[in-house]
């Protein structure tokens, strides 16, 4: 990891919490999303809503099995995202999410079930043998030891230049990027320009040259010039 990010620094409470919770749980997950932008520079640097936890699509069963008991709530292509219905262990295909609300949340489930403290969400990313595959349609993927790596947290982690794919946009299909509008949301860009000083040399390149192959007129490209 560049030395321009943090060494160390204490675990946020939502994001201990969710760690803790992922104790025993046998297969690969990683921090993603905002928390994973601060995880990198060793402090929180705005409000997040929810911790996101990536894992591998062939990997869900073991999400069900290992929240037993827990309020979940599970989104794909066939449910909408306002559906509240408690996860039954369905297969889910790509893309999808999974809910793990907490009482007060609007996707609260069964009063008899367990609720976090903590709102999370587990992202399905698809994987090809060591490889995480970040866009099917631009054939783009990342051997997983090079693009996940204990943060300053010590958590594994989705590295910047990962974070900020995702954040672009980058992972989604033509056909998701046209219906979503192609913009950047505020939140999006403020962890950009937070990991963009210590984004150096190869990480920077492989952002800037992955980004255009999938967006190429993407707004986020001239910040990425070599330096």
């Known amino acids: 990891m560049d030395d321009h990010f943090s060494r160390g620094a204490r675990v946020p409470q939502a994001v201990a919490y969710v760690r803790d919770l992922l104790a ?13 932008a ?18 591998f699509h062939h990997d869900q069963r073991a999400v069900f099995e290992h929240f037993q008991g827990w309020a979940v709530v599970a989104h794909d292509p066939h449910l909408p995202d306002d559906s509240t219905e408690q996860w039954n262990g ?14 007060g949340s609007p996707l609260a489930t069964s009063s008899t079930l367990t609720h976090t403290a903590f709102e ?18 631009q054939d783009i993927a990342v051997p997983l030891d090079r693009c996940v790596r ?9 590295t910047p230049e990962v974070v900020l794919f995702f954040k672009a946009g980058g992972n989604l299909t033509t056909a998701e990027a046209e219906a979503t509008g192609g913009g950047v949301r505020p939140h999006d860009e ?10 150096t040399g190869a990480r920077r390149s492989w952002l800037r040259e992955s980004l255009a192959a999938v967006r190429p007129g993407h707004p986020w490209l001239s910040h990425l010039r070599a330096r």
């Not at 025993?24 to 994973?36: E, K, V, Y």
């Open 120 to 137: 999370f969400e587990f992202l399905l990313n698809e994987r090809s043998g060591h490889d995480w595959v970040l866009n099917r349609e």
């Open 150 to 158: 204990p943060s300053p947290w010590g958590v594994p982690t989705a």
């Open 24 to 36: 025993g749980f046998g297969p690969a997950w990683l921090l993603c999303g905002g928390w994973a």
């Open 38 to 55: 601060d995880a990198w520079l060793g402090r929180r640097t705005r409000r997040h809503f929810d911790v996101d936890i990536a894992v």
């Open 190 to 199: 403020q962890d950009l320009f937070a990991l963009l000083p210590g984004l």
């Open 90 to 103: 369905r297969h889910l295909d790509l893309p999808a999410h999974i809910h793990v609300p907490t009482s």
